[in-house]
């Protein structure tokens, strides 16, 4: 009977040794990812504090869906990236000492903390060709907003966020930034509509702009059965041919592209259809 019992712990003391060397392989694994230093880039802002510059900024932080992650005033929140990956979007009004204009620049283009480390959830990716012009108009806008009161938490990832990190379920914003490509040239016809869709659109519809692979974010291809009209319709309203509703661009079209001008939505229908023809579905990468 002894023997047996001395066996059950061996066993019992076995696993909880396999399940110690998997938890410390996690917690080790995950860090290296976490904690991986990046190169950091030169930055050249010039913000200008004008009331132009600073509703400019207020749009575009609208358009480009700062305040979906950010919160109502850029004051932070908690977001879902993954059903088990939660983080904190941070609040942007820090001040100066703490957070400066080029660590701002860098973090919306580039996905780096000031230290050199990835941000998580950053669609740095669509914002890594950003307009220095653009990216000076928010800066502006932020930092017109009244300075946080409160130090910002500093993050925290949990165990089935570290899975997740191992597993690659999800990269680091700087890594998606750093090995992007550009999107499909058509022309300096089309530059309009290309930069409004690798900025608005290809963060839920995907770089390449072919949605994703389970259909339930469709291919922007789609524009080729859609009029002018009909596109107009989809990104004011959410509605698109014969008013068929599509309750999510129905709410990103009252929070985010409402604020784009009519020239703006025309752009983005040219390109969007020239694109398309250009490159058909069959032929495009995934």
Same mark, same amino acid.
């Given at each position: ?127 890594? $060709? ?59 016809? $089309? ?77 983005? $229908? ?17």
């Amino acid at each position: 009977m002894k023997s047996v019992w001395i066996g059950v712990a061996a066993l019992v003391a076995l696993v909880l040794g396999i399940v110690l060397l998997g938890l410390i392989y996690l917690y080790l694994g995950s860090e290296i990812i976490i904690q991986r230093r990046y190169p950091i880039p030169s930055t050249v802002t010039h913000p200008l504090q004008t009331a132009k510059s600073i509703a400019e900024g207020k749009r575009l932080a609208r358009i480009l869906g700062c305040f979906d992650c950010h919160g109502e005033d850029l004051r932070g929140r908690t977001v879902a990236l993954r059903p088990s990956f939660w983080i904190r979007a941070p609040d942007l009004r820090r001040p100066v000492d703490e957070l400066s204009d080029k660590d701002i620049a860098r973090a919306m283009r580039h996905g780096l903390r000031a230290n050199g480390t990835s941000l998580w959830g950053m669609p740095s990716a669509s914002f890594i $060709y950003m307009r220095d012009a653009d990216l000076d108009a928010l800066i502006a806008y932020i930092r017109s907003l009244p300075a946080a009161s409160e130090d910002e938490p500093a993050p925290q990832y949990g165990f089935s966020a570290r899975v997740a990190i191992l597993h690659d379920d999800i990269d680091p914003a700087a890594f998606t930034a750093l090995s992007t490509d550009s999107s499909l040239d058509l022309g300096p016809g $089309y530059g309009g509509g290309r930069y409004l869709a690798r900025t608005t659109c290809a963060e839920c519809h995907g770089l390449d702009l072919e949605g994703s692979d389970d259909k339930r974010v469709p291919s922007l291809d789609g524009v080729l059965q859609m009029s002018l009209k009909d596109f107009f319709s989809l990104m004011h309203r959410g509605a698109v041919v014969n008013h068929r509703p599509m309750p999510e661009m129905m709410r990103l079209s009252g929070m985010r592209f409402g604020g784009l001008a009519d020239y703006e939505v025309a752009a983005l $229908y040219r390109y969007l259809y020239v694109r398309a023809v250009a490159l058909p579905v069959s032929d495009t990468p995934r």
